[in-house]
């Protein structure tokens, strides 16, 4: 490989979407285990604006004090394998691949290094680089909540809040694959969108407030993180479920009190940590979605590695569409 260094994009503390810097490092060397992904597409997700603003600040115990420990951005990525590691059998010079760089980050690059037993995979020719590399984040979070952590059965009724971003987009399409009757919580301006990927109703919240409906659900998907157990209490079935992927002190505490004195339950848990066995395995499970027609990628904007900062500051004005996306080269 000619190509020495290469663009990264590198947060230098954590706060504003100025602190990201575009700078220019040695491209990675792939350990016996490794592969090096030429990056192709990087996506910037709302769990990467989090990560760069420290929330929650507990994060700060795990990630790095001051910055990540790990400063360059983003977990996603889509591209093709151009360097292997001594040991690695899987994957083979020229592959098409994807997948999630996960606690390592670094994706938001024009190379990562990712252990070939990690969760990375071939590409399928249904996707392109840009849908693929969203694949980790919206989808593989809504389809663990909605088929695992919810079990959600063909027949019951599925509200998602925060329906047009990448996890809602994601979110309805799984739960209407899995059989559910599906609700969208949106904007008036994002109503067309979630209808067109299946939902059955779409209420908007900046007109109507769900709970005054006196409706019921078997599952509320928040997936903004903007309402709580308590909140959606009394919109839920006797043994309904409310779940959000992002953790506050207050579903911390609803997670341990439904658990122990309620029908109803709150429910959390932390995609990216689980085994990498199992998130391959949802890999899997999604493209076959995908290739059934039942699932498909929405892609918001486009933008250069370079302007990271501004793709960061889009998705923090909260009115991102499905996914946003990094072209690395």
């Known amino acids: 490989m000619t190509r020495k260094s290469m663009q990264a994009a590198v947060l230098t503390r954590y706060g504003a979407p100025e602190n990201i810097e575009i700078t220019r490092i040695a491209i990675p060397a792939p350990k016996p285990n490794e592969v090096l992904v030429k990056v192709s597409a990087t996506p910037v997700t709302t769990a990467d604006t989090m990560m760069r603003q420290a929330i929650p600040p507990?994060?700060?115990?795990f990630l790095g004090w001051s910055r990540p420990r790990n400063n360059i951005m983003g977990t996603g990525f889509a591209g093709e394998v151009v360097s292997l590691g001594a040991e690695v059998s899987k994957f083979e010079l020229g592959d098409r691949v994807f997948g999630e760089s996960g606690t390592g980050f670094s994706a938001n690059a024009q190379y990562v290094c990712v252990d070939e037993k990690g969760v990375i995979e071939l590409a399928p020719n249904t996707l392109s680089d840009e849908e693929a590399a969203t694949i980790g984040d919206g989808p593989?979070?809504?389809?663990?909540?909605?088929?695992?952590?919810?079990q959600v059965q063909p027949g019951q009724k599925v509200l998602i809040i925060g329906a047009s971003g990448s996890l809602g987009t994601a979110g309805v399409q799984?739960?209407?694959?899995?059989?559910?009757?599906?609700?969208?919580?949106?904007?008036?301006?994002?109503?067309?969108?979630v209808r067109s990927l299946g939902a059955?109703?779409?209420?908007?919240?900046?007109?109507?407030?769900?709970?005054?409906k006196g409706k019921q659900y078997d599952v509320i998907y928040d997936t903004l993180g903007i309402s709580s157990f308590k909140q959606c209490k009394q919109s839920l079935t006797d043994q309904g479920i409310y779940m959000s992927p992002r953790l506050g002190f207050a579903l911390l505490v609803d997670l341990l009190v439904s658990r122990l004195f309620s029908g109803k339950k709150a429910k959390f848990d932390a995609t990216g940590l689980l085994p990498a066995k199992t998130l391959r395995g949802y890999?899997?499970?999604?493209?076959?979605?995908?290739?059934?027609?039942?699932?498909?990628?929405?892609?918001?904007?486009?933008?250069?590695?370079?302007?990271?900062?501004?793709?960061?500051?889009?998705?923090?004005?909260?009115?991102?569409?499905?996914?946003?996306?990094?072209l690395a080269h």
């Open 140 to 150: 593989m979070t809504s389809y663990h909540f909605l088929k695992t952590l919810a």
């Open 283 to 326: 890999l899997a499970e999604i493209v076959d979605l995908v290739e059934a027609g039942r699932l498909k990628v929405v892609i918001d904007k486009r933008y250069p590695l370079e302007e990271a900062v501004a793709a960061h500051r889009y998705v923090d004005s909260g009115r991102k569409r499905g996914n946003v996306v990094l």
């Open 200 to 212: 059955d109703s779409v209420i908007d919240y900046t007109t109507t407030d769900f709970r005054t």
């Open 58 to 61: 507990i994060s700060r115990l």
């Open 174 to 193: 799984i739960a209407k694959s899995l059989g559910a009757e599906v609700a969208g919580i949106c904007s008036g301006r994002n109503a067309n969108l």
